[in-house]
């Protein structure tokens, strides 16, 4: 007990015990004496065994079968100040068990009645008769004379092995007044029985049971019962630790000798009571023992353990020439039970129950009807007769047989089972009943609320679908070892329901045969194997079963992992009804075919490296100038090719993101590489569930071509030595020779093997002064394996150049405009101012030199050095000037209408001499301009 143990009181047990005051319970006088507040308050707090010690609910009592009454209960004759009337009258105890000291003062017993079907409560009043006391019953640890432990008086709620408390005047005598309940003798009618229990001001009711069948007492021509039902009988033991004593007074220890370790009854067990003893205030019932070291004896314990397991008890009235009562009803050998619907087969037998009960006549025959709207059958039983009549026949439906099972004449009730064929899918056949007893007294057709139902029909494939695999192509659903599908299968059945959905993978060609089965009363993730291990493989697992939908349709969701490449799984499917239709309408299992295929694959595409023409395996090439052409092939057997990269890198690492090509879906395509180097070409490849391959092959070798240059001076002048010196390289370092081919300004061309040249002038090849103008120079580089390149240039030779002025003075120059000459026109005498624009290259020399003829015929030549004056844009200015007084002297002038010419002339440092002639005309000399002006 102490682990029931409370260790805080509610704030109302703590009212009661220090705060509030108790009042004294007035012993009744008679049945009519309820207080007020039992009236008002009786059924707010529910009591019973169940409750502990500690919570002031623990209800406890006896009705005695025996004891004081014979045979338990009477019907009695008394007054109790409403004049002399019938009772039923039956005695017993009760306490609240461990809730306060019980006394003479403080505790009353009240029996409830309600009526049966309707809303009318009576309350009574019971009377102490004997003063009876369940102290010693009740005590715990009992060492004997007085009370072991005893509690306070003051204690309240207190479990047994804290203290022990007194419970004086606990018995009762019930008188229930008959006429109150029963009113009308012509009308049979029912009340249920509730005791309550006042100690001090706590109020507690519970349910009344007896765990016994009292025997009906006749009234008024009809019959009165107190009764549990047909479970009276049945206790169930409620508290652990309790000895089977094979007598009252057993000691512990006799029972501990005599039984060792297995000596306690089994809680919440029923039993089945035998026998009473009433010798004391509590009883002691005795049972059929279930226990193995017992041998079939019978065992006691006192009702403060027993649970009662019959029903609620009721005081009923039957009066005389009442029609049969229906009873109990069955079917039996049905396939499955849902509620009060029995399914089966067509063809199925079955055994239908009626059970009838008449108190007075007995039953004469009994009917069963079963009734589908469209088909009715019906067949009479003769009980006395032992015979059947089958009188409204239905072809859809036989009833073979009918025979009696069970008959009490005491408990006044006759059975009929009926063995009934039905033939037909689809009718619902309410199952009826009709009792007749041997007065002719008759109970019309009723319902029993039975439904023989028939199912013929297995349940139907409504749809299936895979969820999860990486790729799906046509019915194949392709996915790698150890990636989870989900399989999912929908049924219906409308009739007697679903029972087993299956779900099989079956790979033909290794036979593999992997099965599960779900079961649809199970819980939803309910999954079991089939057959045991027969049908489980290691290369894949069905790990659990999901149910999304149970209504007439069932939807189970099937996770499927599977393990082993290669293999490729059908997946069909297997339904079952509750009555055992199946996907076939034979005995073996014939799984339908979704047609549906679960494929693994965990290998990559293979890759193959070609020639260009897809003659040979193109793995490698030793050096070479051509370009590579590498055909890529790809193939993959199982869920297929993909897509595919590659990368030409110059290394076997696996290239970086950036290096790779776009991907792309061709299965057949050809990669070059063009470039210098040594390369090895990387491919990946990645078929439909996501297997990839990341492969290279090399070295494929490239002998790139020489890298074409060549050097000239710059600028480049006039006579400038051209010379062109080859600055190409290999890569690879290979020997090279060059092919020069120049054109000069000329058009002249020229060709060259060496590897530098010195470009001359091509019509004189022993001048090596280049010409103005531009020069067309192309070189052509090979290396030593054959691969070349070429370059071509324009080089522009700048010519050097002189030009020369003579110009007037600007006094001079304003007379020749007066007079209108042209501006090569002079007077011989003037000052010739001269200048030279030459080419900006270092320069050795820059003269005029004059040469003219005198007025005697004299050739006259004079030279003057020209001195630079200033530079732009690559032109040097010089300037000088010829004055001669002779030549203003009439004797020795220029000779008049004459031409003169000063050649102008450069020679730059690399030995190019330019000159540059003007001429002049002599028209007069300045003294006969003189003597002309001074003669106007």
Known sequence: MSKYRILLFSVFSLLILYCVDVPIVQAASGPYDVPSDVRNKWDNIKGGKQYT?????????????????????????????????????????????????????????????????????????????????????????????????????????????????????????AFIPIEELFPDITSQAKWRLYIVKKVNNRIIYDEMRVPFNFEELSYEGGEISL?????????????????????????????????????????????????????????????????????????????????????????????????????????????????????????????????????????????????????DARVRYYYNEGRFDYWW???????????????????????????????????????????????????????TGMNLRVDGIEPQHQSHSIAGASYEKGNDYWMNSEDEVTVTFRQRDTDSGNKYQYLRLLDNNDGIDVRMRHNYSGDKNYMANVSGDAFIDDSITITSANRKEDSSYGTVEWKVLPHSHGKSFNVMYYYQDNVDNKTTSSDSYNYGDTNLNIRIDDNAPVVSFRDKDDKVNFLEREWHHSEVDVRLKFKDDDSGYDKSRYAWTK???????SDWSDWTSSSNYVVNQSNFGEWNLHVQAIDNVGNTITTYEGLYKINQ??????????????????????????????????????????GVVEEFNSWDVTIHDLSDPYNPQSKPGTYTVHLEVTDEYGAKDSIEKEINVIPLVIEGTVEHTERWREIHELLDNPENVFFSGERFILSSSVTNYPISNVDVTFRGTDVNNDPVEITEVLTESSSTDGIISYKGEIYEEFMADPNNKLKSETDVHFTFKA????????????????????YDFYKLHKTN
């Open 53 to 173: 010690n500690s919570t002031g609910k623990r209800l406890l009592y006896d009705v005695y079968s025996h004891k004081g009454i014979d045979d338990g209960y009477r019907v009695v004759n008394r007054n109790f100040g409403e004049g002399t009337r019938a009772y039923i009258n039956f005695e017993g105890w009760s306490v609240l068990h461990g809730h306060a000291k019980h006394t003479y003062a403080n505790n009353e017993t009240y029996i409830v009645a309600q009526k049966v079907g309707g809303n009318e409560t009576k309350i009574y009043s019971t009377q102490k008769r004997k003063s009876l006391s369940a102290t010693e019953d009740l005590e715990y640890n009992n060492q004997g004379s007085g009370v072991y432990n005893e509690c306070p008086d003051s204690a309240r709620n207190k479990l047994a092995d804290e203290c022990n408390m007194r419970y004086n005047n606990v018995d009762f005598q």
């Open 393 to 447: 026949t239905d072809n859809t439906i036989d009833i073979n047989s009918a025979k009696r099972t069970y008959q009490s004449s005491t408990q006044r009730t006759r059975e009929a089972t009926w063995n009934v064929t039905a033939r037909e899918h689809g009718h619902n056949y309410n199952v009826m009943y009709w009792h007749t007893d041997n007065a002719n007294n008759s109970i019309g057709y009723s319902s």
């Open 227 to 375: 009764s549990s039902g047909l479970n009276a009988n049945s206790l169930i033991m409620n508290n652990e630790g309790v000895l089977r004593r094979s007598y009252r007074s057993q000691t512990a220890e006799s029972v501990r000798n005599e039984l060792g370790d297995n000596r306690h009854f089994q809680v919440g067990r029923p039993y089945s009571m035998l026998k009473s003893e009433e010798g004391s205030t509590t009883v002691f019932y005795g049972v059929r023992s279930i226990h193995s070291n017992d041998r079939g004896e019978t065992k006691y314990a006192s009702s403060a353990y027993w649970m009662f397991g019959g029903d609620q008890a009721t005081i009923e009235f039957v009066p005389d020439e009442q029609p049969p009562e229906h009873r109990s009803h069955g079917i039996t050998q049905h396939r499955y039970k849902d509620g009060n619907d029995y399914w089966i087969q067509p063809n199925d037998d079955v055994d239908i129950r009626l059970r009838g009960y008449d108190k007075d006549s007995f039953l004469n025959r009994s009917v069963l009807r079963l009734d589908s709207g469209d088909a």
């Open 907 to 926: 020679e730059w440092t690399n030995g190019v001499i330019k000159e540059d002639i003007v001429t002049i005309r002599i028209v007069d000399d300045v």
């Open 705 to 746: 071509a020489p890298n074409v240059d060549f050097e000239y001076p710059d600028p480049l002048y006039e006579g400038d030595p051209l010379e062109l010196v080859n600055i190409s390289t290999d890569p690879e370092g290979h020997d090279m020779n060059a092919i020069w081919k120049i054109t000069d300004p000329d």
């Open 651 to 657: 290394s076997t690492t696996k290239p970086k993101d």
